[in-house]
Each structure stands twice: as C-alpha cells, then as structure tokens.
C-alpha cells in the first residue's frame, strides 16, 4: 500500500469505528500505522474491533473508550478519560451517527438526529480541541452525507416537536448541520491561529447495516426492498465508503473546509477525491447553528 508508514506514531479517534463505514475507516488508518481509539457505545463490539485492528496491524496501540454521542453526559466523560491520558491526538473522525430512525430524543431531549450526528460530535470536537491543538497537522474529519443538499434547518423547531414528523428530512438537516459546523470550525480556527484543519467527507452510496444496526431506522417493507436492491444494485462496499474518510485524513493537499467524496456516478460511487459541496456557502447560518449548539450542549469555543 502507498504510504503504508505515513501515519506512524500518530493517534486516531473514529466514533463509530465498530461496524461499518466506521470500522473500515478504522482499519485504513491503521493499516497506515496509525493507533486507533474505537469510540462507540456498545462495549462487546468496540473490543471485538480492538481485537481485529490488533491482529491485522500489531504495530499500533489500538483500545477502546465509551461513547454515547446522544447524551451528553457520556461525551464530556469520555473526552475528560482522554485529556486525562493522552498527551495529544493527531486526527478525529466524527463519523458515528443515526439514519433514519423514529421521531424520539436523546437523554438531554434533543430529536435524535440533531442531538447524535451534530451536538454529540459538536462537543467531542470542542472537548478534545486542546489535545489537536498539542499536535502539529492535527485535523476533524467531520462525515456528512450527500443528504446535507436536501436540508433545512428551522430554528424554530430543531427538535421536531410542533412539526410532522420526517425522518428523511430530519437525516438531511442533521447533515447539513455537520457541515456548516464544520465549516464554522475552520473559520474559528483560522481567526484564533489554532493549527488545525476542520474536513469533511461523505460516503456515497455505501452497502452498509446501517439502516439496520444499532439505533438506527427499523424499516418497512418497502423500505427493505428499496433499501436491499439499492445495496445489491447500485451500492459501493463499506471499504470504498471509507475511501473518503481516509483521504481526507491523510491527503497533504487538504484546505480547511475541503469536502472528500466518491469521484463518479454524481458522487454516490467510485474512488475518492475533492468534491463539489453544490451549494452557496452560508456563514451567517453556520454562525448561527454554532452559537445555538454551544447554547444546548453547554460546551464553549475556547478563549
């Protein structure tokens, strides 16, 4: 493999890294030396992760920690652990996340979608900002969806309490919402001189369980027919979904707030490169959803 050694004494955190999009991440990285932190919440699945990087790539220090990215509680738990023992962290991929799933809300009331794929990677990021900051090349890799075009975000309602209800909609604002804090990531960090890069990446479309596993959607009929031939049909492996992740974290031509996503098929499948985003930037937005996202989670820019 081409530049097999470049991570090398580095330490990764991939949330999520247990299954999936997550675990392949997880095992590309660390096929390029790096030291993986398996963060996910169950911990038979997190330990047979650490068993299998173990096995195929010995040279790293690969564990897990516990992380419950819809409640906050166990966020700042797990990021203290962290500060605690670590002495720095060189790359985080913010890529755990729910898909569909039935209106309902986390252990501090936000919906589902909101409060796992974007508050719970918000304060992670912010609580483990001062290990990146120790770390020269230091970067967020923050995964998104091809969903995010379709979102929009109402202030008013963020936790789906007076609308109807949509799943798909509430998916593809919570996605969208990855991304804006994203960027607002890279512009805070570029004022303050902070040496870290904030990327993104998205998948594509990639046969994973992950409208089945863990906390995510419980289909229809339909929808396991949709989704069952979409995978057979049209579908890339979990590996290639990974393929942008991986990119993103070690492409040395990467700019702050640079997209990574499949190269063909209108970005739903191929080999990994720069992509298109195919909407305006909007700082005035992102601005906003980061001052509301520091108001809910409690969790602040540093001074």
Not at 23 to 45: K, N
Not at 169 to 181: I, M, P, V
Not at 279 to 291: E, H, N
């Amino acid at each position: 493999m081409a530049g097999q050694a470049q991570l090398a004494g580095r330490t990764v955190l991939v949330t999520g890294a247990n299954r999936g999009i997550g675990l392949e991440t997880a095992r590309g990285l660390a096929a390029r030396g790096a030291s993986i932190i398996v963060a996910c919440r169950d911990p038979g699945r997190a330990d047979e992760t650490v068993r299998r990087l173990r096995a195929e790539h010995p040279a790293g220090q690969h564990r897990a920690v516990p992380l419950a990215l819809d409640d906050l509680g166990s966020v700042a738990a797990c990021a203290q652990a962290l500060r605690a023992e670590l002495d720095g962290l060189d790359i985080l991929v913010c890529n755990a996340g729910v898909f569909g799933i039935d209106h309902g809300h986390t252990a501090q009331g936000f919906e589902w979608h909101f409060g796992a794929n974007c508050l719970g990677h918000f304060a992670l990021t912010l609580d483990l900002l001062p290990l990146l900051a120790r770390r020269p090349g230091a970067r967020v890799v923050t995964v998104t969806s091809a969903m995010y075009r379709r979102g929009k975000l109402d202030f008013t309602d963020l936790d789906w309490r007076r609308r109807p209800y949509s799943k798909w909609q509430a998916y593809a604002d919570s996605k969208l919402g990855n991304l804006l804090l994203a960027e607002e990531l890279q512009r805070r960090l570029d004022e303050a001189g902070i040496p870290v890069t904030s990327l993104l990446s998205h998948p594509g479309y990639a046969a994973t369980n992950s409208a089945w596993g863990g906390r995510s959607m419980k289909p229809t009929l339909a929808e396991t027919v949709m989704l069952a031939l979409g995978n057979a049909l049209m579908a890339q492996s979990p590996a290639m979904g990974a393929a942008p992740s991986i990119l993103a974290a070690t492409d040395s031509m990467a700019r702050g707030g640079d997209l990574y996503g499949p190269s063909r098929l209108g970005g739903m499948r191929g080999p990994p490169a720069r992509a298109d985003k195919k909407i305006t930037p909007d700082p005035v937005t992102a601005s906003r959803l980061w001052l509301v996202a520091e108001d809910l989670t409690g969790v602040r820019w540093p001074a």
